[in-house]
C-alpha cells in the first residue's frame, strides 16, 4: 500500500521542549512540503525539499528545522524558539514539484502545555 | 505574500449545485489547485487549472480567469458526504503553494 505516514495522531509537549515530527512516504516522490494549520486559516508552508540533502524555507520557517538525508523520510523539528507551536502540522509529498499533486498525509496535531 | 479571498461558509440542500469562488493576487502564475478537506483530515485533491476555462470532472468543476485572478468550484448534485472545507490555492512564481482559509460547505438533508 502505497502512502504517506505521520505520527503521532496527537503529540503533547511541555513548553521549552524541542519535538520532532515524523513524515515518511513509500511513493517515491522526490518533493516533500510541511505545513502547518491553524483554526480559521488555511495550510502555511513551513518547509519543503524537492530532492535529497536540499530543502527550503517557506513562509514561516522560524522556529523550525528539517532534514532530508533520505528520499522517504522528512522529519520537522519543532524548537522551543516557535513561539507559538500549538498546531496541526501536516506533511506531503508530490512528484516532482510544486505543480505536480500533492498528497497530504494525515497529520499530527501539537500541543504544547 | 499571496492574497487569497473566498467566502467562509456556504450552505446547500442534498442534490442542489454550489459555486465556491475564489479571487486571488500571487506574484506570477503557475497555475491553481483546488482540495477539499474534511474535519480533522488532510486535504485531498480535486483539481489544478493552469490554463483558462472550465474542466470538468464527474460532479466536480473548476474554472479559471488568469486575466481576472479568478476562480471558481462548481459542486453539482451536492451529497452529505460533500460537507468539507474547500481550500484554493494558486500558485506563485516562487512555487510556494498556500491555501486560502478555506470555505466551509455544509449539505443539509
Known amino acids: 500500500d502505497g502512502g504517506i505516514t505521520q505520527s503521532p495522531k496527537y503529540l503533547f509537549r511541555k513548553e521549552g521542549q524541542n519535538v520532532t515530527l515524523s513524515c515518511e512516504q513509500n511513493?517515491?516522490?522526490?518533493?516533500m512540503y510541511w505545513y502547518r494549520q491553524d483554526p480559521g486559516q488555511g495550510l502555511r508552508l513551513i518547509y519543503y525539499?524537492?530532492?535529497?540533502?536540499?530543502?527550503q524555507k517557506g513562509d514561516i520557517a522560524e522556529g523550525y528545522s528539517v532534514s532530508r538525508e533520505k528520499k522517504e523520510s522528512f522529519p520537522l523539528t519543532v524548537t522551543s524558539a516557535q513561539k507559538n507551536p500549538t498546531a496541526f502540522y501536516l506533511c506531503?509529498?508530490?512528484?516532482?514539484?510544486?505543480?505536480?499533486?500533492?498528497?497530504f498525509g494525515p497529520g499530527t496535531r501539537l500541543t504544547v502545555l | 505574500g499571496q492574497n487569497i479571498d473566498q467566502p467562509t461558509e456556504m450552505t446547500a440542500t442534498e442534490g442542489a449545485i454550489v459555486q465556491i469562488n475564489c479571487t486571488y493576487q500571487?506574484?506570477?502564475?503557475?497555475?491553481l489547485f483546488w482540495y477539499q478537506q474534511h474535519a480533522g483530515e488532510a486535504p485531498t485533491f480535486l483539481s489544478y487549472?493552469?490554463?483558462?476555462g472550465l474542466e470538468e470532472k464527474g460532479r466536480f468543476s473548476s474554472f479559471l480567469s488568469r486575466s481576472k485572478g479568478y476562480s471558481y468550484l462548481l459542486l453539482k448534485e451536492l451529497q452529505m458526504k460533500d460537507s468539507a472545507s474547500y481550500l484554493c490555492?494558486?500558485?506563485?512564481?516562487?512555487?510556494?503553494?498556500?491555501f486560502g482559509a478555506g470555505t466551509t460547505v455544509t449539505v443539509r438533508a
Open positions: 506531503a509529498s508530490s512528484m516532482a514539484g510544486p505543480t505536480d499533486t500533492q498528497y
Open positions: 511513493l517515491n516522490h522526490d518533493a
Open positions: 525539499s524537492q530532492i535529497v540533502n536540499d530543502f
Open positions: 500571487t506574484s506570477g502564475f503557475n497555475g
Open positions: 487549472n493552469v490554463l483558462d
Open positions: 490555492a494558486p500558485l506563485p512564481n516562487d512555487y510556494k503553494l498556500s
